[in-house]
């Protein structure tokens, strides 16, 4: 798959993604509870997550239907999780993907409801009534939630509030956003797997460059919050030094970070070599575009 072809793929595939996410996210929630939601989900954001649920799934020959449920229903939770993120008891932002963020434009409560309601509908996505065997309606559900819950991204997210103020050394710091950041993107690539037939060495291997790539993103995250202004990012830069939080950058330096970064793709990229699957192109050009990436 060349540069070009990869390129034409994310783009089909993003607007499938879209699409479904449109006819899947109701706008007609009671008390205006579905605009709600899909003004926190819509029409922005990378989805970054996504497109490693269908690049997996590619490389693994999975079933379409239940790759493209899982790529929404992960990125159902990642905007959820963004939802609550930028509320006033936790990171109280006000701009999120270029725009007003959710609390700001709805109100707190309604805020808290449409997450929510976000989370919930992530599984209803991946449990429809036909088209996906209840195994493996079951094995994504397993894994979304692991990816999701107080192993993982919550579980992630409470020590960041915990750490505000505190020195953390590089260990410590890894560990955090193994869970608040990685959890997800390498659930993301494992359910994508899950929806094909893969051997153990294909999975561990998976496991890795999602592990991996998952740091890597925080990384770069890091790097663009102290390099990039506001308008570029679509939030508000800045905002983890103003907090006092501790990152990549304040820990290691901008320039190790960088390196970091690399080392972390680099990691990613080995795995994919030795996963014995035959595509995993789409899989290798994601990384680069993590690494790559100025927003």
């Known amino acids: 798959m060349k540069q070009s072809q990869f390129d034409a793929w994310a783009a089909a595939e993003l607007d499938a993604v879209e699409s479904a996410l449109d006819a899947w996210v109701p706008a007609d929630a009671p008390a205006g509870l579905g605009q709600t939601m899909r003004y926190g989900v819509l029409d922005g954001g990378k989805r970054l997550r996504p497109l490693l649920v269908l690049a997996a799934a590619q490389a693994v020959d999975g079933e379409r239907e239940a790759a493209l449920r899982a790529a929404c229903a992960v990125e159902l939770i990642h905007a959820y999780s963004l939802v609550h993120d930028d509320m006033p008891c936790m990171d109280n932002d006000v701009l999120r993907r270029g725009k007003p963020t959710v609390h ?21 996505v991946l449990t429809p009534e036909r088209g996906v065997a209840p195994a493996l309606q079951a094995r994504l559900c397993a894994l979304l939630a692991r990816a999701a819950g107080h192993a993982g991204m919550a579980g992630g997210q409470a020590i960041d509030l915990a750490s505000i103020g505190k020195p953390l050394d590089e260990q410590s710091l890894r560990d955090m956003h193994h869970r608040k950041t990685g959890a ?50 679509g939030k508000t830069a800045g905002k983890d030094l103003d907090n006092n939080k501790p990152t990549y950058v304040s820990v290691l330096g901008l320039e190790r970070a960088r390196a970091h970064a690399l080392e972390l793709r680099e990691t990613a990229q080995a795995a994919l070599g030795r996963s014995g699957l035959a595509d995993t192109t789409a899989l290798s050009l994601l990384a680069d575009k993590v690494v790559e990436r100025d927003n």
């Not at 991996?212 to 925080?218: K, T, Y």
């Open 184 to 233: 997800l993107l390498q659930g993301s690539v494992l359910m994508g797997a899950a929806c094909g037939p893969i051997g153990s060495a294909g999975w561990d291997a998976l496991s890795v460059y999602g592990d991996a790539l998952g740091l890597a993103f925080q990384v770069v995250d890091d790097i663009l919050d102290v390099t990039q202004a506001s308008e570029t990012l």
């Open 104 to 124: 700001v434009r709805f109100g707190e409560a309604q805020a808290m409801l449409a997450g929510d309601a976000m989370q919930a509908l992530a599984f209803e």
